[in-house]
């Protein structure tokens, strides 16, 4: 039934949108993979591999938290529209190592809303490691970096990109919900939802995240606006669906200080050097006036 829907769903999409604000790399990357088969059921795929998860980072930061945004984690394609959007696998991980080396230390977004709301503090470098939509890349490079480096990632999962060429499977995605990564929902087709009518809104938002927590099992309390677009109208519709909070393109440091549900990131862009990515982490979190 889950899987029913899911295609229904994704039917939706095919008549999409292909780029938005943060861009819509999927379509593109069809030639670098070929389509996955979608229509065994739930209970026929063997259980994910255990493996080992992130020990519970602890500190007494209940600060700032930087939440980096990325893409895809591969070359781009010949012809590729928005080559931004891709970073190079070599390059992802020189970044992560960079930040670790400089004392930073990857966290969910659940244990830093969690650090803002009279929860357990944080190490004072924290930050979150997002990554929008669902390409393969995030599973076969981006979370082999994090693995080596004990972290998590935050998945922002577009349902329909279960179901595209480039994009993760359930078996990888329940891979990396079992190294300790999160799920949070990025909607069912990755629409502007300021444009969209009331029952597509509600679809998009507390349908895609009705879908995700029966297909994996898991909370997903957190929402990403597809191309960091909202108003005041799709916040109140996350909100009524249920999430804690939901992220943003406003560039800048999460905070207690934050509206919950416009949570800034910082963008990371293909081709910036891991001193670029060092220097916008820590020109997020340096107050103002600080030198």
């Given at each position: 039934m889950i899987r029913a829907a899911l295609r229904a769903l994704a039917a939706l999409a095919a008549a999409a949108l292909a780029v938005a604000g943060c861009g819509r790399a999927g379509p593109?990357?069809?030639?670098t993979r070929a389509p996955a088969a979608r229509a065994r059921k739930r209970s026929a795929r063997p259980p994910a591999a255990r493996t080992t998860v992130p020990a519970r980072p602890h500190g007494s930061h209940h600060g700032p938290v930087p939440i980096l945004m990325y893409h895809v984690v591969g070359a781009p394609p010949a012809g590729a529209p928005y080559?931004?959007?891709?970073?190079?696998?070599?390059?992802f991980a020189a970044q992560m190592y960079a930040l670790r080396r400089a004392g930073w230390t990857a966290v969910t977004l659940e244990e830093a809303y969690r650090s803002w709301h009279g929860g357990p503090g944080l190490p004072r470098r924290s930050l979150v490691v997002s990554f929008d939509d669902g390409y393969g890349g995030q599973s076969t490079h981006a979370a082999r970096t994090l693995r080596a480096?004990?972290?998590?990632?935050?998945l922002d999962l577009?349902?329909?990109?279960?179901?595209?060429?480039?994009?993760l499977d359930a078996r990888q995605v329940e891979r990396m919900l079992a190294a300790g990564w999160e799920l949070a929902s990025h909607t069912v087709t990755h629409p502007d939802l300021t444009t969209v009518g009331r029952a597509r809104l509600r679809r998009e938002i507390e349908g895609s995240r009705a879908l995700l927590r029966r297909e994996f099992h898991a909370p997903v309390r957190f929402f990403c606006y597809p191309?960091?677009?909202?108003?005041a109208r799709v916040e109140a519709a996350v909100r009524a669906a249920g999430y804690a909070g939901a992220t943003t393109e406003v560039a800048g440091a999460a905070s207690s200080a934050s509206d919950p549900y416009a949570l800034p990131r910082i963008r990371v862009n293909g081709g910036e050097p891991p001193a670029a990515v060092l220097a916008a982490v820590a020109g997020a979190v340096r107050p103002r006036g600080a030198t």
């Open positions: 593109h990357l069809a030639a080559p931004a959007l891709f970073v190079a696998p070599e390059l480096l004990g972290w998590p990632g935050v577009e349902v329909h990109d279960l179901h595209v060429a480039g994009g191309a960091g677009r909202y108003d």
